[in-house]
């Protein structure tokens, strides 16, 4: 150490300068390298910020500094994309929410917006689809539309679930039959064979005709009677299909010989039509009856008429000496007096299919 003042050399321990008397103030011994060292130091600590200089002067310029309307447009931006991702989840939140979509479709009926009822019911039973409020929803739907089609199959699907509870039953009569539409209400009907429940509905439900015969081979040509139970009307048709739009039937169906089918439907008075009475014929006529000759007796007086009965649609033929007659004999048209004496009339009948029967003979003795 040296003194400050005069230069002089020190021991550490020395307060005063032993030369000069000056209070002792501690400087370092002076190194060049030292302080080429202290420089360097200086200059990795302290880099050169000339550069940094320049470029806070091109921001306080203005030049590269985002300006404070674009600022709020991003910020403005950004919120707007966050309110837009937080509608998206509330409203995929809502389309899976059963009772959102429920009250949508109520109110949608109300309104009398049926199409957007409909999808808002479909949802809520795709939802919970075990839901028979809903399903009954998207029927009232369906009927308020005009789809009964669609309407009936979801009451079965209803009744699928309720094990056909006999209060479905009744909730989807009344929504037909409050529509008018007794064609789709005795359908439904159809679905049941619960005895109560078809007996409380009744009236709503077309009865199969009934007839006289059950058709099969026959040899003779049958007049078939059609009957059906209430204020019905029936239609029939033979060898054509739908007896809906057949002839209305008033008078026995006449039958002709060879293969044929009657297809017979009555319609109740609220428009339903039953299902069709089918029968199936095979006639092929045998010989015709044998005639009635009347009077029995053989013995009659002068002036006696006598009548010949025949089955319909065919004509009588006669002798009176005894041979047998054929077509090309005498017609019979209306009752007739005996020759006098003792005479044999014959009797044959013709069809009109040129058969003829067996001939009917009797014995006049004409007194």
Not at 74 to 92: D, E, F, K, T, Y
Not at 240 to 267: D, M, N, Q, W
């Amino acid at each position: 150490m040296v003194c400050s003042k005069c230069g002089a050399d020190l021991r550490g321990d020395q307060v005063f300068c032993p030369e000069c008397g000056a209070e002792m103030q501690l400087v370092a011994d002076y190194n060049p390298t030292e302080e080429e060292m202290m420089g360097l130091d200086m200059n990795i600590v302290a880099p050169d910020i000339s550069g940094l200089e320049d470029e806070e002067n091109i921001v306080s310029s203005g030049k590269g500094r985002i300006s404070k309307p674009v600022r709020i447009v991003l910020i403005v931006v950004v919120l707007l994309c966050v309110a837009g991702l937080i509608a998206l989840a509330v409203s995929q939140f809502l389309n899976n929410d059963y009772n959102h979509r429920f009250s949508k479709a109520q109110a949608a009926i109300d309104k009398g917006d049926y199409t957007a009822a409909i999808e808002n019911a479909r949802s809520a039973v795709a939802i919970d689809e075990k839901s028979t409020d809903a399903k009954w929803l998207l029927t009232r739907a369906y009927i308020a539309f005009g789809d009964h089609d669609a309407a009936l199959d979801t009451i079965k699907n209803i009744l699928a679930l309720t094990s056909n509870n006999a209060a479905d039953y009744d909730t989807g009569m009344s929504l037909f039959i409050d529509a008018k539409d007794y064609k789709a209400a005795a359908a439904l009907l159809d679905t049941t064979t619960d005895v109560n429940i078809r007996q409380k509905y009744n009236m709503y439900l077309a009865t199969v005709p009934e007839a006289d015969t059950e058709g099969g081979s026959l040899n003779h040509e049958p007049s078939v009677t059609l009957t059906a139970e209430g204020i019905s009307k029936i239609y029939y048709t033979i060898d054509k299909e739908g007896a809906s739009t057949g002839i209305l039937y008033t008078e026995p169906v006449k039958i002709t010989a060879g293969k044929h089918i009657l297809r017979a439907v009555s319609v109740n008075q609220y428009g339903v039509f039953s299902e069709e009475k089918i029968i199936e014929f095979d006639i092929t006529p045998g010989i015709p009856d044998m005639p009635e000759i009347l009077p029995s007796g053989v013995n009659i007086t002068k002036g006696t008429e006598i009548t010949i009965n025949a089955p319909e649609d065919c004509k009588i033929y006669y002798t009176w000496d005894g041979s047998e007659p054929t077509s090309r004999s005498y017609e019979y048209t209306a009752p007739m007096e005996a020759p006098e004496g003792n005479n044999i009339l014959s009797v044959i009948v013709v069809d009109k299919y040129g058969q003829s029967s067996n001939v009917a003979k009797k014995n006049y003795i004409v007194n």
